[in-house]
């Protein structure tokens, strides 16, 4: 099995992408992260569920999580609109080095291979990336649940 068999269309953004479209889209097809596309249309970054929650959640709470029980339910409701007005560029760490890059397999890595990447990088997806002289194309993306699902049905 080779990455470019596994590889499925997937849901991406790009990097001036409305945040809260990204939560609703992320939120409401259940996924673990987004592709990040960059100006020239190559994956830029994972944007994980994890992220948008962190930047969901008051700094004062962050620093003293002992705060957070005392926000009532009817605050919490609204702690979406804090999303209201960011791009997906603004919900991606800004320093150097924190960005959560997308690993990219090339189409004739093996399953293993592209398994080890992923447990490598600890990241839920893989992009499927093919590059020649003319620059890169994404073949698709490939989950971890997908990833076990096809090697659960090899056994």
Known sequence: MRARELAEEYPSVTLDSDALDAARLLAGQRLPGLVVMD???????????????????????????????????????RMCQALRGMTVRDCLPSQPGKRLPLPA???????????????????????????????????????????????????
């Open 39 to 77: 100006e020239a249309d190559e994956p830029y970054a994972i944007l994980p569920a994890s992220r948008l929650v962190m930047v969901l959640v008051p700094d004062y709470v962050m620093e003293d999580p002992a705060l957070a029980a005392v926000i009532d339910e009817k605050h919490a409701d």
């Open 105 to 155: 397999a090339e189409p004739d890595d093996t399953a293993m291979e592209v398994a080890a990447l992923m447990a490598r990088e600890r990241s839920p997806l893989v992009a499927v990336v093919e590059r020649d002289k003319l620059g890169a194309r994404t073949l698709g993306v490939i989950t971890a649940a997908h990833l076990l699902e096809r090697l659960l049905g090899e056994t």
